[in-house]
């Protein structure tokens, strides 16, 4: 089990599962013979039985009470690497960073386990130096896009060379380790990812001309020393600590010069037009605008709200950020540094306000970077009810429910005065509604059409007959009928599509069923939301409607 | 009592009144006495009767209740002294007890700890400690032996922290091996959506009902592994509680899910219109008009039993259709008029227009005879040479015995068109000329052998081809081309070669009851319509059995709205034929619950008719 999770073999799913399973459908999991030939064949096997015998003896020793011989045993433990088989599952670099997410979820995980119990302190240390060696990383190369706040962790996705990395951190409370998880599953899982993301940091650093193991700036390193002169901690352990305060930018190989900012050399890439080109230029400025979102700005965090994700946050984008110094250490200003613009604060009130910062609940700052501009701070001031956090994950599709809270962001994403919000939303929302009846009206349209045009049939005929009727042949003057073009075509689009459905080979009609009936339920789970949105809405409105007399009386 | 047999710790005073000795008191608890004296009588505890109350006034008014203990061994007060109370102090305070000890007196070494020049002891040394010790030699020998042999290894430098480098220095695109290409990835974790939010928009949130749902569904069937909650700020969010069992599951997803690369057909929703297929002649007929350029009003509007069928002329003037009322009548297509009546004398079950243009003759079945009529339209000559044709008949010397009577039409019938009359035993079904315009075959609704009967016009001759019969016969039709016959029983087509009188095909319909059939004019296909909504189509080059197969109605009998299909057997023998429903054609009222009865495409121009039971024949263009 070990070697397959380490190897990254996995059991397929026979074609025939009759023929494998020796006629019986009863549910097995398989493996490909190549690939467990191809795990006899890898050297860390030895490895592992060497572990096995080192185990046997040492039992045996503890057991004779042969204390000499344990020591000397447990100087000589057999240890592996893991190295060539994170080269041999990814050969290219990018290979790796493609499979980074559960690697950096599990080290997060890790990182907050306890010290006590379940598995070797020297992994999580591992495991919490390699997560804060990766948030310098991003902090440096400021790759972070996205942040959501959801109930289970805190999302994060970054931009790493092209390839976006999700992760997930739990909030930061003391697990209660369930009974029904096998941590030596995990154990394994960590192990060789550790190793991975080892690796891959080294790698990372080295693009961005950083010092591997990361050494805080000289400079920075100073101002960060203890004043009283008394030793915070011990050395190896206060490092760390420096390091996961995210407060201090990292020494790099070549000490950059501010003349290296260069504008880059256009080179026009063979068969695109201008126009792609004007594009991408937009694009790589916006990027560069969304990467320097809080440049400029000071930040201050209040002692309640969670300090790491909000200080890596803020880093990330450019803001400088401190906190109180009894917190944590690496607090680079005070409270009452009068240069500071906003003031993180997470509890219903403020008593002592100072004039010139703003006071901001912190779902303030997971918006404006989702926004990728700096939200109005009115909705975020503390105490006040603030707008729903909406995940930047979701891109909607036509036809897909939008909340209205999205609409308004994607309004002021365009520029548009956010000042007829109201009036707009207002709109959109009856755009939608109209959407969703238009389907339903597209059937009726179809029965209907029919019987008009039997009616007219019929009132025509009737003319003719009257006509045959008065002899004297009379031409009455016809009446020009009014087509409606579009109606006319839509009837012909779904006269077509009926004569095609007519048409389908079984199984692609059943398919086609499919995709409808897809569908379908997609329109019905949208209508559904937007009713209850609109329930909600209206119940809202008349509280306020109430209140409000309320008040008057 | 038997004494404890566990010494207790001492007690300092004993009571010499207690005799019982140093046992738990507790033993006496229920007694009035503790032990005996010398004597041995009882010896009583002093009475303890004081209730609750009396202990409380005792505690008031004593004024030494304070230093009042219960002596446990005898069970009687005892007042302390005064330095008693003052020992008791002392101890609480922690200091010692008796007050005259000093804690603090100076220290005096017994032994000077200054270095002397003299031993202590005047012990003179042992003879080993001179010379080296053999059980150490032979211990280190052994180490030495065993350092040589390689037993023993110097320790290795403790290394805990792992070791970095560029482990894609060199990266080779030749290290991507065909394992890289078949790995499949496991797909990443699903990024979250808005009700995963800790503050989500309201109407993610589960309303009572859906919250019950959620509640009562499989763990594996829920839609979301979660329940949205909404809290008003972030300090209030409190942990995940599920986090690490999540995570495991991702793990054991990982390496215990069976992976498996998936076709995904990423058809577009819409339906493949048949136009998109590279189809695109067809369209320009029915779907540039929708609608009715012509309508024929067969009737008087009373009459409402209508038009079995209608036929046109090869020609293409004239159209024709008859009626339940033993009408036949002739139309104008042009001018829309009806040109004339026939009646016929009975119910008109078929009609069919000789197909050779030089001929103008049409055949139609009422009840058990076949009429020849020249309906005497059109072209003068044309009508006249048919008249001439008939009557150019010359009776055979020898009476041949035929299953029918070929009987010339009398005076009167002839004036009004009908030239010859075949009578047969039984009523007629239906009626179809040959190509050339000189045979006809007529369906008998008979069970016997004589169902199907085949005549030739010009020489008044009559032969029934077949000698069994083989269910009932539904249609008979001639191939257009080459001497083949095709009759369509209920479940099959029999494809006879009328030259060598043999049974070359059978075609399986896979439909219950056939109910038309139609040939295409090349000959290579026949579609058959059945009573159970099916449309089978054969190519006779490949095979019996249906090259298609098409549901079309939801009716059988009176199909409200006609489709019209395109079909397109292609020359090329590269591109394979297709039939294609092009059009569906509305107009015709349905009365009775039948709609439209008959339906034929002009001979040459892009007309179509169509007969309702609503007692009109209405032209789409």
Not at chain 1, 57 to 62: G, V
Not at chain 1, 403 to 428: I, V
Request: overall charge neutral; hydrophobic content about 35%; charged content about 30%.
């Amino acid at each position: 089990r070990r070697l397959c999770i380490l190897k990254g073999i996995y059991p397929h799913e026979p074609k025939h599962k009759k023929k494998v399973n020796k006629g019986s459908t009863a549910p097995r999991t398989f493996y490909l013979l190549k690939d467990i030939k191809f795990l006899l064949h890898e050297p860390i096997v030895n490895k592992f039985r060497e572990y096995k015998v080192f185990v046997r003896k040492l039992r045996k020793a503890y057991g004779k009470g042969e204390w000499g011989t344990v020591d000397r045993l447990k100087d000589n433990k057999p240890t592996y690497k893991l190295d060539h088989i994170v080269k041999e599952r990814y050969p290219t670099f990018v290979d790796a960073l493609r499979d980074l997410d559960d690697a950096l979820s599990m080290c997060f995980l890790f990182s907050t386990f306890p010290r006590t119990g379940k598995c070797h302190v020297q992994t999580i240390q591992l495991c919490r130096r390699l997560a804060v060696e990766f948030l310098n990383y991003v902090i440096a190369s400021r790759s972070l896009r996205k942040v959501f706040l959801s109930i289970k962790g805190i999302y994060y996705q970054a931009e790493v060379l092209g390839q976006p990395v999700t992760w997930i951190t739990p909030y930061t409370f003391a697990h209660d380790h369930p009974t029904d998880v096998d941590y030596r599953v995990m154990a394994t899982f960590t192990e060789f990812y550790t190793t991975l993301l080892g690796f891959v940091n080294f790698r990372l650093y080295h693009s961005l001309n950083l010092l591997y193991p990361p050494k805080i700036d000289g400079q920075a390193d100073v101002e960060l020393k203890p004043v009283e002169g008394k030793e915070y901690a011990m050395d190896s352990e206060s490092y760390l600590e420096k390091l996961s305060a995210l407060s201090a930018s990292l020494a790099r190989v070549v000490a950059p010069t501010p003349e290296d900012e260069v504008e880059m050399d256009e080179f026009p890439v063979e068969g695109e037009t201008a126009e792609q080109m004007d594009l991408r230029k937009k694009e790589q400025e916006a990027l560069e605008k969304h990467k320097n979102l809080f440049e400029g700005l000071r930040f201050f965090l209040n002692r309640e709200v969670p300090r790491e994700p909000l200080a890596f946050i803020i880093r990330c984008f450019g803001g400088q950020v401190s906190w109180d110094k009894s917190l944590c250490i690496g607090a680079t200003y005070d409270v009452s540094d009068p240069s500071i613009t906003h003031q993180i604060v997470d509890r219903p009130r403020v008593q002592q306000q100072v004039v010139g910062r703003y006071y901001l609940q912190p779902q303030w700052v997971f918006d404006s970077v989702n926004a990728k501009l700096c939200l109005p701070v009115a909705d975020y001031f503390p105490g006040v009810l603030l707008p729903p956090h909406l995940s930047p994950f979701v891109t909607e599709q036509e036809g897909d429910y939008i909340p209205p809270e999205k609409l308004k962001l994607l309004a002021m994403q365009r520029g548009e005065n956010p000042g007829d919000e109201e009036s707009e939303e207002e709109e959109e929302e009856e755009e939608e509604e109209e959407e969703d009846d238009n389907d339903k009206e597209e059937e009726e349209e179809e029965d209907e059409s029919e019987k008009e045009e039997e009616v007219k049939l019929k009132k025509m005929e009737e003319q003719k007959t009257q006509s045959n009727k008065a002899l004297p042949v009379k031409v009455t003057a016809g009446k020009l009928r009014l087509e409606d073009r579009q109606r006319l075509e839509q009837e012909q689009q779904s006269e077509e599509k009926r004569l095609a459905i007519m048409m389908m080979k079984k199984r692609e009609k059943y398919l086609y069923k499919k995709i409808m009936f897809g569908k379908k339920r997609k329109i019905r789970e949208a209508n559904k939301l937007a009713a209850k949105r609109k329930a909600h809405d209206t119940a809202v409105k008349e509280e306020k409607k109430k209140s409000k007399k309320a008040r008057r009386a | 009592p038997v004494p404890s047999p566990h010494p207790r710790p001492s007690i300092p005073l004993q009571d010499i009144r207690n005799t019982v000795g140093n046992i738990p008191m507790e033993w006496y608890q229920d007694f009035p006495h503790i032990g005996y004296n010398l004597d041995g009588k009882k010896i009583y505890k002093p009475i303890r009767s004081k209730d609750e109350l009396d202990m409380f006034l005792e505690k008031m008014e004593n004024p030494d209740y304070w230093r009042t203990v219960q002596d446990k061994m005898t069970g009687a007060d005892i007042k302390l002294t005064d330095e008693q109370v003052e020992l008791v102090h002392r101890l609480q305070k922690g200091q010692f007890g008796d007050i005259h000890f000093n804690p603090y007196e100076p220290a005096v070494d017994f032994f000077t700890h200054e270095v002397m020049i003299h031993p202590v002891t005047n012990r003179p040394a042992d003879k080993r400690s001179f010379i080296p010790s053999l059980i150490e030699k032979e211990k280190v020998s052994k180490l030495v032996h065993a350092i040589k042999m390689g037993w023993i290894k110097p320790r290795k430098p403790k290394d805990d922290t792992p070791t970095y480098y560029d482990l894609w220095a060199h990266e080779d695109p030749n290290s991507i091996l065909g394992r890289h290409k078949m790995h499949v990835p496991a797909p990443k974790m699903k990024l979250p959506g808005h009700e995963e939010s800790y503050n989500p928009p309201p109407e993610y949130l589960l309303s009572e009902e859906e919250q019950l749902a959620w509640e009562q569904q499989e763990a594996a069937e829920r839609k979301l592994n979660f329940v949205p909650q909404q809290y008003r700020c972030l300090r209030a969010v409190p942990a995940y509680t599920r986090f690490i069992h999540e995570r495991f599951e991702r793990c054991l997803d990982l390496y215990l899910c069976p992976r498996q690369r998936k076709m995904r057909v990423r058809a577009s929703p819409t339906p493949p219109s048949p136009f998109q297929r590279g189809l695109c002649l067809p369209r320009c007929h029915p779907a540039s008009q929708g609608h009715t350029l012509l309508l024929l009003k067969a009737r008087s509007p009373s009459l409402t039993l209508l038009s079995w069928d209608g036929a046109i002329s090869p020609s293409g003037s004239g159209a024709h259709d008859r009626s339940d009322d033993g009408t036949v009548r002739f139309w104008e297509v042009c001018t829309a008029r009806c040109m004339k009546t026939l009646p016929a004398g009975g119910v008109v079950k078929s009609v069919a227009w000789n197909p050779n243009p030089t001929i103008c003759l049409v055949a139609v079945c009422v009840e058990q005879s076949v009429l020849l009529i020249n309906p005497c339209l059109g072209d003068k000559l044309l009508y006249g040479a048919t008249d001439q044709l008939l009557e150019s008949y010359v009776a055979p010397e020898e009476e041949r015995v035929q299953p029918v009577h070929w009987v010339p039409a009398s005076a009167e019938e002839h004036a009004r068109g009908v030239r010859l009359l075949v009578q047969h035993s039984k009523a007629v079904k239906q009626v179809t000329w040959h190509g050339k315009g000189d045979y006809f075959a007529s369906v008998v609704a008979d069970s016997g052998n004589r169902q199907v009967l085949i005549h030739q016009s010009s020489k008044r001759w009559s032969q029934s081809p077949f000698r069994k019969s083989r269910g009932l016969v539904q249609r008979v039709l001639f191939h257009p081309l080459r001497p083949y016959f095709f009759v369509a029983t209920q479940r099959y087509v029999r494809v006879y070669n009328l030259l060598k009188q043999e049974l070359t095909k059978k075609l399986m319909t896979n439909c219950k009851w056939v109910s038309s059939m139609a040939v295409h004019p090349a000959g290579d296909n026949i579609i058959c319509g059945s009573y159970d909504s099916k449309l089978a189509w054969f190519d006779l080059d490949l095979s019996t059995r249906p090259y298609q197969l098409l549901r079309t109605w939801r009716g059988d009998w009176g199909y409200p709205n006609p489709v019209l299909t395109h079909f397109s057997p292609c020359s090329d023998l590269l591109q394979n034929p297709l039939l294609v429903p092009v059009k569906v054609l509305k107009g015709h009222a349905v009365t009775l619950d039948l709609g439209v009865l008959d339906v034929l495409f002009h001979p040459t121009q892009p007309w179509v008719f169509s007969s309702g039971a609503d007692g009109t024949i209405r032209l789409y263009t």
